[in-house]
């Protein structure tokens, strides 16, 4: 019997031995699992958003010129080049920061086994060091502390950049259906009369399409109506999105060409009336950019209002862009020229230029402008000149646009305050007074509310 009762013992100690071998591997597995998911996840992360070149995504932003190809794998993480954290621009997301403070306060905690030998340099009672240990030691985890604040630029979370035309569409809808509304309810019916003709093109001239472009579609619908059988209000939606789409011309090239060279940075020149939410699209653009991987250099050319430099900055900070600025009253070519070089020479990727547009006098303005290229030019090749336009204002806009096409070549118009108009019918004009494609369109006053121009999302918003 003592003999089999050892024999059970041993192999219940066996057994248990392996039980625990088994733990023991297990839990080392499962330790480096934990390990090889996480530390890579950040880097690679880093590295895949800096193969951007040629970018296109469905309804994201696309961009281009410089060498796609060899779109230098630069480590997305902005440089903190701007020595100021910005304090208050801040947006009240910096949950990542505080988080990351508070880890390191477990991990050192369980020190206090090491106190005890520190200690031991001042008097000798032995015995107190349990009670000086504990309130020495706190210090030490304090002091490391310090540590994020320089390190801590707090910047924007940046919404993601994918899609975001189609977060946005409900706003554009909002204003412009109405427009849309009142078309398929003409053509919806089928045959029209005369009366109804009539109709169709107040409403399309009331909604700012112009009356080139009005013309233009009014024909093509009288000819497709006559042509097919409409009938019903998705006969005439179908059609008229046809219509539409065709007069936006989705065959032009909107990628933005912010892409850099082999040897230098993309450089594009951001222009229009002060108000119409240039500098407000300079830094939206800066945060798509950044978005993406790529180092941003802002310059403020706008010399002539401090508050416009200003303003730039705190874009530049929220993101870890860079930031070249002029005295006040500075000459608006002189810091153009400064921001391209010293983008250069930081190697960043894109230098975006917030230009000053008073209109008072179109020479001054031919003169500044005009300067202001032939100057950058020097350095590097302008690859895109944004032309922004307030879509509220209408046929001023296209006034505006005319003037400054006079003086630069416009390669791509921004539309801004789509938000709040139904006058979006603007998008065809330009186009077709200009030859040249809105690239992206403003839908707000929030950091991220800027997206791609889609001719199709569009007019999909216009028939609501
Ligand atoms: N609703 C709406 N507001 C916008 C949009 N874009 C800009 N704004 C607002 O328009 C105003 C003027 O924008 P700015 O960027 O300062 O205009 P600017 O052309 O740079 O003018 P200056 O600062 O005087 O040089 C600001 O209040 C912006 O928030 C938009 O797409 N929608």
């Known amino acids: 019997m003592g003999g089999v009762t050892t024999g059970a013992w041993i192999a219940i100690a066996a057994a248990l031995a392996v039980l625990l ?29 800096d193969r951007s070149g040629g970018y296109r995504a469905g309804t994201g932003f696309s961009f281009s010129e410089g060498s796609t190809a060899t779109a230098p794998p630069r480590p997305p993480a902005p440089e903190p080049v701007v020595p100021k954290p910005a304090p208050e621009p ?19 905690a369980p020190e206090p086994e090491k106190a005890p030998e520190k200690p031991t340099v001042p008097p000798q009672p032995v015995t107190y060091e349990p009670v000086v240990a504990p309130e020495v030691e706190p210090e030490p985890e304090v002091a490391p502390e310090p540590e994020p604040a320089p390190a801590a630029p707090v910047l924007d979370v940046i919404a993601p ?41 107040d409403t399309l001239l009331i909604a700012d399409l112009g ?77 798509v950019l950044v978005a993406d991987g790529r180092r941003v250099l802002l310059g403020a050319a706008d010399t002539f209002r401090a508050a416009a430099a200003d303003q730039l900055q705190t874009w530049a900070e929220r993101v870890g862009a860079e930031v070249v600025r002029g005295k006040e009253a500075a000459d608006p070519a002189a810091v ?22 008073r209109l008072h006098t179109k020479t001054g303005l031919m003169d500044e402008l005009g300067k202001v290229k032939r100057v950058i030019e020097k350095k590097a090749s302008v690859d895109d000149v944004l032309l922004v336009l307030d879509a509220t204002i209408g046929q001023n806009g296209l006034a505006q646009a005319r003037v400054f096409a006079e003086v630069v070549d416009i390669t791509g118009v921004v539309l801004t305050k789509l938000d709040g108009t139904a006058k979006g019918g603007i998008v065809f004009q330009v186009q077709h007074e200009l030859g040249v494609p809105v690239k992206l369109v403003g839908l707000g006053e929030g950091a991220d509310d800027l997206a791609p121009f889609e001719p199709g999302a569009f007019v999909d918003a216009l028939l609501g």
């Open 211 to 287: 009356s080139a472009t009005t013309t233009k579609v009014v024909t093509a619908l009288r000819e497709q109506m006559a042509a097919r059988s409409v009938r019903t209000e998705a006969d005439a939606r179908a059609l008229l999105r046809e219509v539409l789409i065709a007069e936006l011309r989705p065959e032009l090239d909107r990628s933005i060409r912010a892409l850099p060279h082999d040897d230098h940075p993309a450089v594009l020149l951001v222009v229009g009336v002060n108000g119409t939410g240039k500098t407000t699209t300079t830094g939206k653009l800066a945060r």
């Open 336 to 357: 153009a020229f400064d921001a391209v070089s010293k983008g250069i020479e930081n190697g960043v990727d894109a230098v975006l230029i917030d230009t000053a547009g």
């Open 90 to 108: 801040v947006v009240p997301k910096p949950a990542p920061e505080p988080e990351v403070v508070v880890p390191p306060a477990p991990e050192k």
């Open 21 to 49: 071998v088994v733990l023991v591997v297990g839990s080392v597995l499962y330790r480096r699992r934990q390990i090889s998911l996480k530390a890579p996840d950040t880097p690679q992360i880093a590295t895949e958003k």
């Open 161 to 201: 950049t994918e899609g975001r035309l189609d977060r946005l569409r409900g706003r554009l809808s909002r204003s412009q259906s109405a427009v849309g509304k009142s078309l398929l309810g003409l053509l919806g019916g089928g045959d029209l009369d005369e009366d109804s003709w009539e109709e169709v093109e």
